[in-house]
């Protein structure tokens, strides 16, 4: 069983930066689609960005050119880095792992975290 940890979340300011993990365990990461979601208040679930095996990445609309996601294989963990953050971006953030699809636009991943609280205020 697949197991996801996230870490790093907080509350910064406008503009800030932060950079969350998600240590994955019970499975080899690197051998897996691997994904970012993000769930506001009173909002549905969004993709943030994906990353595949083969390290075909993708991001949705809203965070391109201001995310980062990447992973380190040899300590199995998934990063996002996060800057120019604005207020829109406070959401709980959640990992992912194993999709047949392997897009931001499909929420068909096998396994989740329980997610990183991220707040930005002005």
């Known amino acids: 069983q697949m197991r996801l940890v996230e870490s790093g979340g907080g509350s910064v300011q406008t503009g800030s930066s932060l950079r969350l993990s998600c240590a994955a365990s019970?499975?080899?990461?690197?051998?897996?689609?691997m994904a970012w979601f993000r769930q506001a208040p009173g909002k549905e679930r969004e993709g943030v960005a994906s990353?595949?095996?083969?390290?075909?990445?993708e991001y949705a609309e809203f965070v391109k050119g201001r995310f980062t996601i990447s992973r380190d294989n040899t300590k199995n963990t998934l990063f996002l880095q996060m800057t120019s953050l604005k207020s829109d971006d406070t959401a709980m953030y959640y990992c992912?792992?194993?999709?047949?699809?392997?897009?931001?636009?499909?929420?068909?991943?096998?396994?989740w975290g329980q997610g990183t609280q991220v707040t930005v205020s002005s």
């Open positions: 992912a792992a194993i999709s047949p699809s392997c897009s931001t636009a499909s929420q068909d991943y096998v396994h």
């Open positions: 990353i595949s095996t083969y390290g075909k990445i």
């Open positions: 019970g499975w080899p990461s690197s051998t897996r689609c």
